[in-house]
């Protein structure tokens, strides 16, 4: 925290600083993501510019107070554009010995960490392995620890109400945002209203919460234990009406957006997978905008039922992460040979099989890549933060009609699940991704047939000539199909064609030029990456800067195809690093394609990249020791 | 939560929302220029016959209708059809099916599938096509054997079957495929034989007809790997004490003279008496209409795998919601609500929870 100090009326401390990372730790059960969703809106509503980073186990309900049933929320905010969730905490709320255990190596010494005592019992100490409470022993002597009983004290504000003591405990959640929304200078009423519309139903309970949030900010206000107290001003965005949102519901109003757009019903046929339901429980919200949500059998059915969706007409969507892609990619196969629409949204997360199910990774690049059989080139295009996943869903959107293709948008989990500000786009603004329907026969010999696969002589896209079009009967499939007639084909120079012209039509689809960030305009290493890793990165890159040093960034957004410019661009800069979370399946793909001597970066911990880190990498890049 | 009412689902025709046309139709209308590659002798042939020859009695729009299919023999189906359609791949024609059917209630949706194709690698399909009552007809060509890959048993198999990969006899135990649909609560459920064009016509007439998912087994041979395999129930003297035709609301009798009849037996499903023996009376009538499929089923089971006692017609032909109908109907209920609400793509990006950012002051220093 750089901070700026002034007293404030109380006589206590106010500091100004202009970022702080909190991090709130429980168990499962104890409602973490709530509290740091709504400290979020807060923020967010302040006008801080912010970014989060929620951290859940895959078990719905781990056992209590266990190192595995471990929950966390990160929260960044500030008073200037930032990149990431931040890599560590300058405060930390552990309201158990296990979130303690889980998270205290992630503070750094001198920061703040304030812990609920009451979970420190003997019991829930040699759970989590503590051989002796480390709030009695000296281990928290770096940090500048508060010890506060938020079990008891919000039982003492509820007794009032005649709950019993266990349901009066469970609202500890909510002292511990109140305390920490005083410390911050927070509003209240928010929250209130919040709280107040969530348990509309149960009154009792809203009441209860709302209780025991004020306990938490008048805790912080009367005792003598927090002598300082924080804030942090409005941030100086680009000027715009902002919403907070996360990478799921900004991809569900982008498919939403781009059915508008195309002035096309939209079809999602799904199956639930984590961490891409949301995807699905958003979209299904919206019926009323020509939105039909299909909850399939399994991933394969969801991906046949969106492509049938697009044989007649449709927006066919799917929805999955790695593993489901792994099921659909047949059909993805036959999505390529038919030529028709069709958009996958995959939220990448820690693989191989299970894997890591709700934790980040961005390993399945190779499989969107690759993974069919025969040559199935498929675009790929990759959001590089929350809000970025609107604009990445309707250029997706605009690639698959356009050129009649199966498009990949790989998000991960970690922007699926972090949120930030979006500048709300006028709709007025949006691109019209309206494309025809075929309605004549076109078979250049005039014999008045209609040739499916004839091309279009720019795109390369096939008509797409939709059932309930007379005179435009026709039969695709899987088989190879003659080129332009469209008729079963096992000609082996038309087989070499049909292959050579569906790559052909991938490698010719629009793309921006990729853009290189290089403010000084000296610097002879570039760092590339793609997708999520864009946040991390880029606050790397200006570390690294800060310390008078110079390093280019640029970020693909579009994997397949490349941008035209992509070779010239690596070829101008002395090193170049390309940090991954997978084992390095981009720098493998620019070395084969372009012949340079790219150097990865990769770690796959099942979380972001930390700004810290890369920026040590990028610092001895610049001295010229790279990775190995 | 509760589930918003969206009043009385009304039970029309399978066929009601397809434009229909006044010009006269031929199968000649239904046939593409592409010629069949079929083994000569196929089953394939005659049902295509009877399909083509069955079409223009629906008076359809040619262009409102598609065959989907899958992978197998049968599943080059659709390429000899002069409709809309589309092979696919192994098992998932229910799949594509089903998208087609939900957004598109103006177009007239087949499946053609084999035992392999809709039994084994699409078994989860099927059975949830059923059960969701999609508005398809699935026309399952049941010749048990794998043809296209030369020989291998089937799901529909006998036990101890020798194929290619069976040198030893099949020990897997077979489907019965009007039982399994049945069983995941289809609302029709036919059968008909390959060369039985007249009581195949008749079924597809009446499937084509139901709203909701129509399955129909049809029996037919694959002369290279399993010929013959249900000669006898086409030729010898006792084809009639083997074929049993339902007919609704008749009493269930076979033979040559309607000697005879079937009954309910002790074990509480159906067998087979000589009328004679135990009186007119005692023989059940035939009602596919019955909500409860349990006599259906037991009409399934009649006979083994050897076909001693077949059963042919439509099984059950129930009403149900349909899952396509009820798909539309919320869209439809929600797009009303939002129209009133006056909501709209600004509306939704917007949100409630905004907060705005003010250009910044110039020439500030």
């Known amino acids: 925290m750089s901070t700026d100090a002034a007293v404030g009326p109380a006589g ?340 191989p099989s299970t894997g890591l199910p709700t934790k980040t990774e961005q390993a399945d690049l190779l499989q969107a890549m690759y993974g069919r059989n025969g040559e199935a080139p498929v675009p790929i295009i990759a959001p590089q933060s929350p809000a970025d996943c609107f604009d990445a869903a309707l250029d997706a959107v605009r690639m698959a009609l356009t050129y009649r293709t199966p498009v990949f948008l790989l998000s991960d989990g970690a922007i699926a699940n972090g949120s930030e500000p979006w500048r709300i786009p006028d709709v007025e603004t949006l691109p019209d991704l309206s494309v025809p329907f075929a309605t004549e026969a076109n078979a250049p010999d005039g014999s008045g047939e209609f040739w499916p696969y004839l091309r279009d002589a720019d795109t390369l896209a096939r008509p797409w000539a939709i059932p309930g079009t007379a005179g435009l009967e026709h039969r695709i499939g899987g088989l190879e199909k003659a080129d332009g007639r469209g008729t079963i084909s096992y000609d082996p120079d038309n087989h070499d064609r049909m292959v050579r012209l569906r790559q052909a039509k991938i490698d010719g689809i629009e793309v921006p030029d990729l853009t290189v960030d290089d403010p000084t305009g000296d610097a002879e290493v570039l760092v590339i990456g793609w997708g999520s890793s864009f946040g991390p990165i880029g606050a790397a890159c200006r570390r690294v800067r800060a310390a008078g040093m110079s390093v280019a960034q640029a970020h693909l957004r579009h994997l397949n195809p490349l941008p035209r410019n992509v070779g010239d661009v690596l070829r101008s800069y002395r090193r170049v690093i390309v940090p991954e979370m997978n084992l390095g399946q981009l720098a493998m793909l620019l070395r084969a394609k372009f012949l340079v001597d790219a150097h990865s970066y990769t770690k796959v911990a099942g979380l972001p990249f930390q700004a810290e880190e890369l920026a040590g990498v990028l610092t001895d890049a610049v001295k010229g020791d790279l990775p190995a | 939560m509760t589930a918003v009412e969206l009043g009385q689902p009304s039970f029309g025709g399978g066929l009601d929302l397809v434009p229909t046309t006044d010009e006269p139709q031929k199968a000649k209308d239904y046939t593409s220029d592409q010629e069949v590659r079929w083994c000569p002798g196929c089953g394939d042939y005659a049902v295509l016959a009877s399909v083509r020859s069955f079409l223009p009695e629906l008076g359809l729009k040619r262009e409102n209708i598609v065959f989907v299919s899958g992978i197998g023999c049968s599943s080059r189906f659709p390429y000899y059809l002069d409709t809309y359609g589309m092979h696919s791949i192994h098992g998932r024609a229910p799949t594509i099916a089903t998208g087609l059917a939900v957004t598109r209630p103006d177009l007239s949706v087949w499946v053609v599938t084999g035992d392999g194709d809709a039994l084994s690698i699409g078994g989860n399909h099927l059975i949830h096509a059923l059960r969701r009552n999609m508005n398809i007809t699935i026309l399952l060509f049941n010749n048990r054997i794998y043809g296209l890959t030369k020989g291998q048993y089937s799901p529909t198999s006998e036990t101890g079957k020798v194929t290619k990969s069976t040198p030893m006899g099949s020990i897997d135990a077979p489907f019965n495929p009007v039982s399994l649909a049945l069983g995941a609560e289809a609302t029709f459920v036919g059968r008909a034989l390959d060369s039985d064009r007249k009581g195949l016509t008749e079924v597809l007439r009446q499937a084509a007809a139901h709203r909701g998912a129509s399955l129909v087994e049809i029996f037919q041979d694959c002369p290279i790997f399993n010929d013959g395999s249900f000669d006898v129930l086409r030729k010898g003297d006792d084809v009639a004490e083997r074929l049993i035709k339902l007919v609704d609301g008749e009493p269930i009798t076979f033979g040559n003279d309607n000697e005879y009849g079937v009954v309910r037996s002790a074990s509480g499903g159906l067998e087979v008496a000589e009328v004679a023996d135990v009186g007119q009376d005692a023989v059940v009538v035939h009602r596919a209409g019955e909500e409860d499929p349990t006599q259906s089923f037991a009409l399934s089971r009649l006979s083994d795998q050897d076909l001693t006692h077949t059963v042919t017609g439509i099984f059950r032909k129930v009403d149900r919601p349909t899952y396509d109908d009820g798909a539309r109907a919320q869209v439809t209920a929600a797009t009303e609500q939002a129209q009133q609400r006056g909501d709209d793509l600004q509306a939704l990006l917007s949100g409630k929870d905004t907060w705005a950012v003010l250009p910044e002051p110039e020439n500030e220093q």
């Open chain 1, 12 to 351: 206590r401390e106010v500091r100004q600083t202009h970022r702080v990372v909190i991090r709130f730790a429980g168990d499962s059960g104890d409602g973490m993501q709530l509290t740091g969703d709504r400290f979020t809106s807060e923020a967010a509503a302040f006008g801080n510019d912010l970014a989060t980073l929620p951290n859940f186990p895959a078990e719905i309900r781990a056992p209590a107070g266990t190192l595995p049933g471990v929950s966390s929320f990160q929260l960044h905010f500030a008073d200037y554009d930032i990149l990431t969730p931040g890599d560590r905490p300058d405060v930390l709320v552990a309201m158990n010995p296990a979130a303690l255990k889980a998270n205290l190596e992630d503070l750094p010494h001198g920061g703040i960490l304030i812990v609920n005592t009451d979970e420190f019992t003997k019991r829930n100490l040699a759970k989590v392995g503590y051989e002796s409470n480390p709030l009695e022993d000296d281990s928290l002597e770096p940090y500048t620890t508060h010890q506060v009983a938020m079990a008891t004290l919000t039982r003492g504000a509820l007794e009032p109400t005649g709950m019993s003591k266990k349901d009066a405990e469970r609202a500890k959640n909510m002292f511990a945002l109140g305390l920490l929304s005083w410390m911050y200078h927070r509003g209240t009423e928010g929250t209130e209203q919040f709280l107040r519309e969530k348990f509309a139903k149960k009154p009792d309970l809203a009441e209860a919460n709302i209780l025991a949030f004020r306990a938490g900010w008048n805790y912080g206000e009367t005792t003598e234990s927090f002598a300082v107290t924080y804030e942090v001003a409005p941030a100086r965005l680009a000027e715009g009406t902002y919403r907070q949102i996360t990478g799921n519901l900004a991809l569900a109003y982008g498919v939403v957006a781009a059915g508008q757009q195309a002035k096309l019903p939209v079809f999602l046929g799904t199956y639930p997978i984590t961490p891409a339901s949301d995807v699905l429980h958003e979209l299904s919200k919206h019926k009323g905008m020509g939105v039909t949500t299909f909850q399939a059998e399994d991933e394969i059915a969801g991906i046949g039922a969106a492509l049938g969706a697009s044989f007649g007409g449709a927006l066919g969507v799917t929805s999955t992460s790695g593993p489901g892609v792994a099921l659909k990619s047949e059909t993805i196969g036959l999505a390529v040979a038919l030529e028709l629409p069709l958009l996958i949204l995959d939220v990448q997360r820690g693989g």
